[in-house]
């Protein structure tokens, strides 16, 4: 059984039976929507059919448009897959951004997909577009956001300007056409970069008008080039041109190549007025090249985002016996961007903090939220809810994000959520509802941002979406209902610690080392149980464990030298999480000895897999 502070996955439920209504045993499912109460549904048994919307939007060249959707099989069956795209019409030719997906689960089991599609020319249109896979299951969609970046050539197709080598460094930047070894992550380019100075790399410059308080937040898509992996720096934004610099940065190692893109992600926040936004990549100094694509940056609608004004624009519920504290980065509790994080618990239901922010919303629009959460201190298992409603209407409309058995210290965690108005609005809500008497949770990086979708979450019938014209396509906007269905998922299971013997070299000094690893996994989520040397090893044997993917820590490589050290990082690494996909790269290395090296491969609902390298 998982421990208290494992995360259930609070969109499935079971239920008891109504008499009568289905065999004895046969278990009840809600079919939730990802936030909100409805969500979209497309099968198509023609090439090119599905699902689409189209709106009005002006691009010109060197503009960036950005989209995520979240996607699901609808149950019973399992392993849609097909592609989320958006195009750039209405100019000379057409400009697309693709995310394909496939393997999908159902019921609470989304998946996040993005693209970005930059104009090559002036366009006057942009089409939302799925394409489910011709005959497969069909595909729930829900959460469609939609906005543009601020980053101007963010998907490298328009050349290499505005990007630049950092001047006085010895810096390499080029662009490259996509291939089918090396695709693009979005459109058919991207770019490449790498340094032996120190603070080289390539920034572009922008300018923006921030105010204290104003947060402004963006992603990026890396990988190391060509046949090496590893590459490793920093992803940056800096506000620039005030009394002083604003900046914040997320850092990354250990990248794979080819299709192994990974998603970076930062935010800032004004302390004084600026005039400018920098956007600046930061390889490390002799990394391997590292190739970025995709970069996206956008200003948050959350005021005091990322909590550097101290509580400024953030409250206590009132009425309620709730605490709120900002408290500055540590090494023993680092902030997730920034210098700064806020906490909050509370004694009664309801309690937490929010803050309200003016805003204008019609029926159909869309306001999609993120936030970042932990548990405080050394415990662990916070839960509660983020939530955003949109107020001062006939009545208010929420939508939600629950989470429940967060780690701490460096282990953050990414909240999403979005919430559609089906009537008119004047003000929007973030609010944070802590579990009554639950762990301490700290917060940081909230962005929440409009989204150029017209019903994005379905909440106001079916249109403007249609099915592709003259396809034989199926498309209707669902309401959340219960499902009968055959046996449930199988509970959590937790193995008993299971070897995992690294690969024995065949040299005459072969560093003869195993480790035995328990793992506990739920669904898409393995847990990493116990760590520990089985037998003995040298002295001076150098440990390193480098994780690719999206459900990887926040320090994606650790390492450590010397037996006791070895042991040392072994035993910090319990609790660790990993997502389906994820994979884990263990090298173990010591003077005199071959080394020895093994990836293991997270998977749906299994034992990770073992690849001897």
């Known amino acids: 059984m998982w421990g208290a502070a494992w995360p259930a996955v ?57 989209a995520s959707a979240w996607v699901r099989t609808d149950y019973p069956s399992t392993g849609a897959s097909g592609a989320f795209d958006i195009w750039l019409r209405g100019g000379g030719r057409s400009d697309q951004g693709q995310a394909v997906y496939g393997g999908l689960g159902n019921l609470g089991n989304w998946s996040q997909v993005h693209a970005c599609a930059e104009a090559t020319s002036s366009h006057s249109g942009l089409r939302v577009q799925f394409y489910p896979s011709r005959g497969a299951s069909a595909v729930d969609m829900d959460d469609i956001d939609v906005h543009e970046s601020l980053a ?74 060509g046949s090496a992996t590893g590459a490793a720096g920093q992803f940056a934004l ?12 997320a850092g990354y190692s250990a990248l794979g190549n080819g299709a192994h893109w990974s998603e970076l992600q930062t935010c800032v926040e004004a302390t004084v007025a600026h005039t400018g936004l920098r956007v600046q990549f930061y390889p490390g100094r002799g990394s391997p090249t590292v190739e970025i694509d995709d970069v996206d940056v956008h200003e948050s609608l959350a005021v005091n985002g990322g909590f550097e004004d101290g509580g400024s624009h953030w409250a206590a519920y009132p009425g309620t016996h709730s605490n709120f504290s900002v408290y500055a980065s540590s090494s023993a509790a680092p902030a997730r961007s920034g210098t700064h994080f806020a906490a909050t618990n509370t004694a009664s239901p309801g309690g937490g903090i929010y803050q309200d922010v003016a805003l204008d919303t019609s029926p159909g629009q869309t306001v999609c939220g993120s ?48 919430v559609e108005a089906t009537v008119a609005h004047t003000g929007l809500r973030v609010q944070f509802y802590p579990g009554r008497g639950s762990p301490t949770v700290e917060i940081d990086d909230v962005d929440v941002l409009e989204s150029l979708a017209v019903n994005g979450g379905f909440e106001d019938g079916s249109g403007p979406w249609s099915t592709y014209p003259n396809t034989d396509s199926t498309y209707d ?42 793992w506990t996994w739920r669904y898409a989520v393995t847990r990493l149980d116990r760590a520990e040397i089985v037998g003995g090893l040298p002295g001076r044997t150098r440990a390193t464990f480098g994780c690719r993917g999206r459900g990887c820590p926040r320090h994606r490589t650790i390492s450590a030298s010397g037996a006791r050290h070895v042991k040392r990082l072994l035993k910090s690494m319990r609790g660790r999480r990993y997502r389906a996909g994820d994979v884990l790269r263990i090298t173990l290395t010591a003077p005199g000895y071959g080394a020895e090296r093994a990836e293991l491969v997270f998977r749906y609902g299994r034992l990770p897999k073992v690849r001897l390298l």
């Not at 998907?155 to 490259?176: K, L, Q, V």
Request: proline content about 9%; hydrophobic content about 35%; some cysteine.
């Open 371 to 418: 936030a970042w959460v932990r548990t405080e201190g050394s415990a662990t298992g916070a839960s509660g809810a983020f939530d955003l409603w949109l107020q001062g209407g006939a009545r208010s409309q929420a939508g939600a994000a629950r989470y429940s058995g967060l780690g701490n210290g460096a282990h953050w965690s990414e909240l999403q959520t979005c």
């Open 152 to 225: 101007v050539n963010g998907g490298f197709e328009d050349g290499s300007s505005p990007w630049r080598p950092y001047p006085g460094t010895h810096s390499n930047f080029s662009i490259y056409a996509g291939s089918a070894t090396a695709p693009a992550h979005g459109g058919t380019h991207f770019a490449a970069t790498n340094t032996s100075s120190p603070g080289g790399g390539i920034y572009e410059d922008v300018a923006l008008d921030t105010s204290p308080g104003q947060t402004v937040c963006g992603s990026a898509w890396v990988r190391t080039e």
């Open 238 to 249: 800096w506000l620039t041109g005030g009394a002083h610099s604003d900046g914040a940065s």
């Open 477 to 518: 906007a669902v309401l959340a209902h219960l499902v009968t269905g055959p046996a449930p998922p199988p509970p959590p299971v937790v193995t008993t610690p299971v070897p995992t013997p690294l690969p024995r070299p065949t040299a005459r000094h072969a560093l003869k080392v195993r480790l035995s690893l328990a």
């Open 10 to 66: 609070a969109v499935t439920i079971v239920l008891a039976a109504a008499p009568g209504a289905r065999a004895a045993g046969a278990p009840v499912y809600t079919e939730a929507a990802h936030s909100g109460s409805y969500y979209g549904s497309t099968s198509t048994t023609s090439p090119g059919g599905g699902t689409l919307e189209d709106m009005a939007l002006n691009t010109t060249a060197g503009q960036v448009v950005c």
